[in-house]
């Protein structure tokens, strides 16, 4: 009988033994992966739990634990807490939520450099990402090097950016090709090219009507800036910064420059012989579309979203079954002698971590993203599942379905984003031309070898914050009055004479000075 006890009591002992080993076991592996068991190829190991504030562009928001948050979920062993908030009010509740110190653990800013974001990171509400991200090779490979470099804080990593594709967001010349082609002229190289080609649209009846109802080309203003007509003062300039600022260099003014100069009577030259549209000032953005659509202009400066290019060329093809509209891949500064186009930033906002997370869960929030940038990833945020909310069609193109949309999809994108230099042209655009996509392709090459992006972010001006509202509009008024010839060029210089010596402005330029050597130092 003892002999029977003793022999169950070793039984009980080896058995309490493997237990506890088992336990400690699972708290190595628990201390290795995270607090919450952040490895997500160990089945032991608990989701990691943590929550997101981003944007949502859509009408419709995402339930949480739709099909495609689910996925996400599982494929990185984490459950989200998603708030979506409307992109009408982001900013005024992102600021509530920085000024309470309410903060989720990850957090969308839609501009990592404004002076709200920068001081709360000064103030140690943000994780420094900057150690982490060499353990995380997706997005080292994925990301863009300029997405993480132009959105760099004091030097460092604050926040994962957003990526966007560095060129074709901006607005550049497209082009009747067709009436090019009909007129027997070739794809402008340089300004004065353009202007040729755009005067014989005014002048020899492109579209063959027989009637003198052309122009060259339109576009739309602002009250402080040119918007889409800027790529004129940015092509004459060879960059597109307002105020700039180079290592070694004084900032300056672009609307100092003598180039700015020629900038302003280039347009007015245009407006003077009829090549531009009268009631450009004040026309609006989709105005400007809508006389393309109806074959009235033969350039507008646009982007190169597939649907916009694509819906323009239906419209014309319906009266005109040969239109064309090309991209003018560069144009050659005139103060460069080189081949310009506008590069981009490559991001629009960045999700900060809270520094009231523990450091292991950073980690594993950093591998959630890191699958982000897979192209599993991706396409798990941008379309769906397979065969559930999307197909992919015989031309490789994946389209997305009702299921899709009854689920306010296209929001999980705002999340894991899409990354492709072509993603513009790669969208589902059912009226962009098949042909169009290789064609497009090597023009976002030329702008990608080509194109010009001076880093000033994050370079600030108090002075510049409090007045360059008044300051721009007053530039942009002479401007416009100087293009449609209501003031002489001579109303210009003398602005321009009196700005330079203007204390504010003075002020604005010694700021924006002293903060770039502080963010960059002197090199």
Known sequence: MKKQASLLALTAAIALTSVLAGCSSSNKENETNGTNGTNAGTKEAAPTKFSITTINYSPDTPVND????????????????????????????????????????????????????????????????????????????????????NSKVNGKVYGLPRPRPLVGGAAFPAIRKDWLDKLGLPMPT?????????????????????????????????????????FVESTFHGFNNYYLTKDGEPTINRDFLESERDAILWLQRAYKEGVLAPDFAIMKGTQVIDMMKQGKVGMIPTSMDANKIGDMVAALRQSAPEANIEHVPTLISPSTGKPYAIKEAGFFGNYLI????????????????????????????????????FTVGADGKKA????????????????????????RLTQAAPNYPAEYFERDKKVIDERLKHGVFYNNNGVSSETEQKFQS???????????????????????????????????????LE???????ELFGSK
């Open 190 to 230: 340089t300004m004065d090219e353009l202007y040729t080609a755009l005067k014989a649209f005014k002048e020899k009846d492109p579209d063959g009507n027989g009637k003198a109802d052309t122009y060259g080309f339109t576009g739309s203003v602002a009250e402080g800036w040119m918007d889409n007509l800027e």
């Open 511 to 517: 700021e924006r000075d002293a903060s770039y050597k």
């Open 400 to 423: 997305t379905n009702d299921e899709f949309k009854k689920i306010a999809g296209a929001a999980h994108g705002n999340i894991w984003t899409f990354i492709d230099p072509y993603s």
């Open 66 to 149: 739709n099909p495609i948050e689910l996925e996400m979920e599982k494929r990185t062993n984490t459950k989200i807490d998603v708030t979506y908030l409307p992109s009408n009010n982001y900013g005024e509740k992102f600021n509530v939520m920085l000024a309470s110190n309410e903060l989720p653990d990850v957090l969308l800013t839609t501009y990592i450099h404004a002076a709200e974001v920068t001081k709360a990171i000064d103030d140690g509400a943000f994780w420094d990402l900057t150690p982490f991200l060499k353990d995380y090779p997706n997005i080292e490979k994925a990301y863009p090097k300029e997405s993480i470099e």
């Open 354 to 389: 809270s520094k009231k997370v523990p450091e292991e869960k950073v980690k594993a929030i950093l591998k959630f993203f890191d699958y982000g940038a897979t192209p599993e990833g991706m396409e798990l945020a941008s379309f769906g599942l397979k065969d559930v909310h």
């Open 470 to 508: 008044e300051i721009g509009k007053k530039f942009q008024d002479i401007k416009i009055q100087v293009i449609l010839g209501k003031q002489p060029i001579e109303a210009w210089d003398k602005h321009v004479a009196a700005m330079k010596k203007d204390a504010t402005m003075k002020k604005i």
